[in-house]
């Protein structure tokens, strides 16, 4: 087991009294991954590194699976969509991915593909193989696979096999252009309806973070769709660039949704016409919790590659406010976070803090901050996310309710409830000074419990006081913070805004001999340079990056580094091409 990341305490112990929700999922899925290397690592062994992903992408996919059966109530396949499925979609639209199955010749490129291509894009083709195959002929196909190479090495190819099998379907040949190639396709879709009729047409193109149309990759892609009309799934296998598929018991006019529960890796591009119909479906919630996420999603996507408005995005967030779902908020939440990191050095700013406080602070209010008995797994994590947000947002009702009970907690009074500590440290820290900085470092040194003092390191970072950042990059580093801890600690000065992030990367930059000497060779070195570098929006910076890592070489980071550099000149084209139409917007909508 890995000390650097399974191994860690945070990721294995459950405390009854102060352990978060999130934290409790976050142990059970990790649980769940390493029991599934039992059967998918020791059982049976990938041949070599380029099939790493016979490992890592089958027990990312089990974990979901266990814990969905032990916590059924906890949503944990919704909550999928929004992390490792969403993640695999994100890196693997850049350039400088690669595929799930990459040439591997030499140890330093090893630790490289330990990634959310791996893990993530494996379990997600996983999911949506499983999706096309059915349960049963999927479960006879693993059994096979599995005995015939019990006590052995394996290839992608022996499990294509087995599975081909037991399903009679042409597994290899399908799922061969999902694991051999980089990225995924992009559907577009629109409609022609006769009187008794209604017929989708389907084009596919390479998805392309920066909006590129050039590229000449196909896909073999099972295609799924439900109607207005129809709720069972039709499922069509496009097998070239283009097709057709006539819909079973569709009418014309009716909402056409493609991909029901995003189980297919691939973006959807309605028409005008099509995401329209769409749009009362989301509002009146007669589309599942995963398709109202899904919509969103891609139309995020979309935009912030540049094949859609930006601008555009924002009006169709005003089909959700009537959205009550822990899982399609968090979206929401996380891609408007994305959108104004764009904008933290500019004055529009402030009118992204003052969305996020009409979206949500009315369902903080519905939420309230007492647990109840009603609620739920994800009531808890929602709750926790509305106040972290708003307190981050200038909510001053949140700061000051956040303030108050801080004071209670460090004076021995009522305890801040461990599901919603780490929001009500984060927005204390944020909105506090040096005063609240030591009583927070009060806390860390008093307490033995890991969960308790990771939770008040990352947050210690916040805030728009410099001396205080260098305090805590400086503390990053000192005996007190376990060196498997440090670049998330760093990675909270990261989040502080555009001046966090400048002040981090000098850091990073000043100390780093010292970080090539703790973590070279290790993912944490490649999250490092990602947490530090890839958020910037200045090509100045971009030329700093490039000749600091060109001067000093990374070699089990290159492609970490090669992605940061790509993600930086992407967010640069996106608020040159957009900036100026969501200020507009802004003013447009009286923020």
Known sequence: VSTQSTGRETALLVDPQNTSSGTKQWVALVVGHELAHQWFGNLVTMQWW????????????IEYLCVDHCFPSWDIWLQYVNMDFSRALEL??????????????????????FDAISYCKGNSVIRMLHNWLGAEPFRKGLALYLKRHQYKNALTEDLWSALEESSGQPVNKVMSTWTGQIGYPMLTVEVAETSDSVTLHIKQQKFCANGDNSS???WLVP???VTQSRDTPQTYLLEGREGTIVLEGARPGDWIKVNPKQIGLFRVKYSDDLLKRLLPAVKNQALGAADRLGIQQDLFALAKAGYSSTANLLTLMGSYGTERNYVVLSSINTNLADLAGLFNHLPCYEQFKAMRRK???????EVGWENKATDGHTDALLRSMLIGTLGHSGDTEVIEKCQDMFRQHI????QIPADIRGSVYSTVRNSGGEVEYDQLLTLFKGTDLHEERDRIQRVLGCGPNAELRGKTLDFALS?????????FVIAGVAKAGWEGRDQTWAFVKNKYPIFLERYAGGFLF???????????VDMEKYKDVEKFFSENKAPSAERAIKQSLESIKLRCSWLERDGEAVAQWFKDHGF
């Open 50 to 61: 380029t099939h790493l992903w016979l490992n890592e992408g089958f027990a990312s996919w």
């Open 92 to 113: 693997d639209a850049l350039d400088n991915s690669h595929p799930i199955e990459v040439p591997v010749g030499h140890p330093e490129e090893v630790d490289e593909i």
């Open 216 to 218: 000449e990759q196909q």
């Open 223 to 225: 295609v799924t769709v």
């Open 359 to 365: 979206i949500f602070s009315k369902i903080l209010t």
């Open 411 to 414: 004076s021995g009074g009522k």
């Open 479 to 487: 005996d007190a913070v376990r060196s498997n801890d440090t670049p």
């Open 526 to 536: 490649q999250r490092l340079v990602q947490t530090t570098c890839a958020s910037f």
